[in-house]
Each structure stands twice: as C-alpha cells, then as structure tokens.
C-alpha cells in the first residue's frame, strides 16, 4: 500500500517480474521489499524532505521509493542496466524527484554531483561496501557528505563500530570512528532479503565530526593497516616495518609488548600524530 498523497506505484514484486529482475550474486544484490522496514531505514537520517541524497545500487527501487515518499531529492547511481526501466517509471512518477546515472559508484565523482551536501542512504551491494565507505571516510574534512545511513553485513557493521579490546575491533573501527560518530541504527534480519543472504545484516549510520589537529590521513592508515595486519603480534613486532612507529610508541609512552587491538582510538591518533610531524 502507498501512503497517503504518493504516487499510485504498482507492488515492487510484479515489477521485479514484469522485468526479470532476479538478483545477480556477481553485482552483490539482495533486494529488501518489506515496506514498512524500508520507510525505517529512510527515516534514519532525520527528516529528508527536499534534502538531496545520493543513493548506491538502488537495484529495482525498493529503498528508492521509501526515500521519494519521504521527500527526498535521490540521486541513484545504478550499474545493473536490467532495473534501468524499472527505476525510470519511478522517476516519471516523482518528477524532478529522481535523478538516474548509469555506472560504477567507485568509477563516478560522485561530490561533483552535488552543490549541497548529501545524506548518503544504500543498500549497499555486499562486493563493494567496504571499499566504498574507505573512500568516503577519507575524503576531505569537513567531508562532502551529510552522513551516512548503509547496509552492511552484520561482521562489517560490527567492526565499524567496535570498541578497543573487542574481538571485531581493528582497523575498519579506527578509521570510522577517529573524526565520526558511528552506531548501528537496526539489525536486518537475513529473511528480509530476496534471496535471502547466509548472513545476518544491520544499517549502520556515520556522522562526521571535527578532524583533530596534527593527523595525516594516509599516515594514520598506513598506521593501522600496518598494525593490524599482525594483530596477533606485539607492536614492536608489527610496527617494525613502519619508519619512526616504534620511537613514537617510545615517545608516547607506549609499551611495544602491547598488542593493537588493546590501543584506544586516541592512542592510534598520538601514534600517527608523531608520524605526521
């Protein structure tokens, strides 16, 4: 059922049928058709009304629709060209509402689309998550994003927000967190899928905050990912390999035989402060 005042849609199953929109394993995509969980997940950033955002691999339009009842202005970057059309009678239906571009969201300059900032909304497909929130996280600061509403596979949005000391704690939780509030919004149950993923999933949602002072982005990912890539190593094992990391632990006041994931965010930063200088 529609709400009240929006466009009279057909169900997004006969769509999905009417063009054979099976979901492709190879593109990552499980479709969400539950509408009431989709309205959930566009409410999460706040009140959306002409606010522009930018949706990634919108897939036959489930969440889509939830975003133009909501008032939203999307723009929805899809690279399936089978849910073109399904996407273009969306459009028709809110007109000047819908913004459609065909490609690749990790080819597409994707700030250059927009004056104002957006809030960023996706399901995203599960192959490029990650790799598409890196690339946001270590955007410019102040960054060109609103905030960030994804879905994400239960283990990734876990490690995005993972404490110190926990198991999911590593270097995904330090680069998320170092200059943003993140929290997991909802967990999504597995069922809500078509098909139905092997794994349980949760809308996580990213809120920038203020860069602190002194910190070379790369030199704090080169930093982590150094550190994290023996885990189970002491710093003076892992950090070995990274020039002057180990005369800042001394600096700092740092004991090597620690291990990384037992550093709090605020310890990663001095360490990378140090290195930055």
Same mark, same amino acid.
């Given at each position: 059922?529609?709400?009240?005042?929006?466009?009279?849609?057909?169900?997004?199953?006969?769509?999905?049928?009417?063009?054979?929109?099976?979901?492709?394993?190879?593109?990552?995509?499980?479709?969400?058709?539950?509408?009431?969980?989709?309205?959930?997940?566009?409410?999460?950033?706040?009140?959306?009304?002409?606010?522009?955002?930018?949706?990634?691999?919108?897939?036959?339009?489930?969440?889509?629709?939830?975003?133009?009842?909501?008032?939203?202005?999307?723009?929805?970057?899809?690279? &399936?060209?089978?849910?073109?059309?399904? @996407?273009?009678? #969306?459009? /028709?239906?809110?007109? *000047?509402?819908? +913004?459609?571009?065909?490609?690749?969201?990790?080819?597409?300059?994707?700030?250059?689309?927009?004056?104002?900032?957006?809030?960023?909304?996706?399901?995203?497909?599960?192959?490029?998550?990650?790799?598409?929130?890196?690339?946001?996280?270590?955007?410019?600061?102040?960054?060109?994003?609103?905030?960030?509403?994804?879905?994400?596979?239960?283990?990734?949005?876990?490690?995005?927000?993972?404490?110190?000391?926990?198991?999911?704690?590593?270097?995904?939780?330090?680069?998320?967190?170092?200059?943003?509030?993140?929290?997991?919004?909802?967990?999504?149950?597995?069922?809500?899928?078509?098909?139905?993923?092997?794994?349980?999933?949760?809308?996580?949602?990213?809120?920038?905050?203020?860069?602190? &002072?002194?910190?070379?982005?790369?030199? @704090?990912?080169? #930093?982590? /990912?150094?550190?994290? *890539?023996?885990? +189970?190593?002491?710093?003076?094992?892992?950090?070995?390999?990274?020039?002057?990391?180990?005369?800042?632990?001394?600096?700092?006041?740092?004991?090597?035989?620690?291990?990384?994931?037992?550093?709090?965010?605020?310890?990663?930063?001095?360490?990378?402060?140090?290195?930055?200088?």
């Amino acid at each position: 059922m529609n709400a009240p005042g929006a466009p009279d849609l057909p169900p997004l199953r006969d769509v999905i049928r009417r063009y054979d929109l099976a979901a492709k394993k190879s593109l990552g995509q499980n479709f969400l058709f539950d509408s009431q969980l989709l309205a959930r997940i566009a409410a999460v950033p706040g009140d959306l009304r002409d606010r522009d955002v930018l949706e990634i691999g919108p897939g036959p339009g489930g969440l889509t629709r939830a975003l133009l009842a909501a008032g939203a202005n999307v723009t929805a970057i899809e690279r &399936d060209t089978r849910c073109i059309p399904a @996407l273009q009678e #969306l459009s /028709a239906a809110y007109p *000047g509402k819908l +913004r459609l571009i065909e490609g690749d969201a990790l080819d597409i300059d994707a700030p250059s689309l927009f004056s104002q900032r957006p809030h960023i909304v996706a399901n995203l497909p599960y192959n490029v998550g990650t790799a598409l929130l890196v690339g946001w996280l270590s955007s410019a600061w102040e960054p060109w994003w609103e905030s960030l509403t994804l879905m994400f596979q239960r283990e990734v949005a876990e490690r995005i927000v993972a404490r110190p000391g926990s198991d999911h704690y590593g270097r995904l939780a330090v680069l998320a967190q170092w200059r943003t509030s993140a929290r997991i919004a909802m967990p999504v149950h597995r069922s809500a899928f078509t098909p139905p993923p092997k794994v349980m999933s949760a809308v996580v949602h990213i809120t920038p905050g203020v860069m602190p &002072d002194g910190i070379d982005p790369a030199m @704090l990912e080169r #930093l982590t /990912a150094t550190a994290f *890539g023996q885990r +189970r190593k002491m710093l003076r094992q892992s950090l070995k390999a990274l020039p002057g990391a180990l005369d800042a632990l001394a600096a700092i006041g740092i004991d090597p035989t620690r291990r990384p994931e037992t550093l709090s965010i605020s310890e990663f930063l001095s360490i990378a402060r140090c290195l930055s200088g």
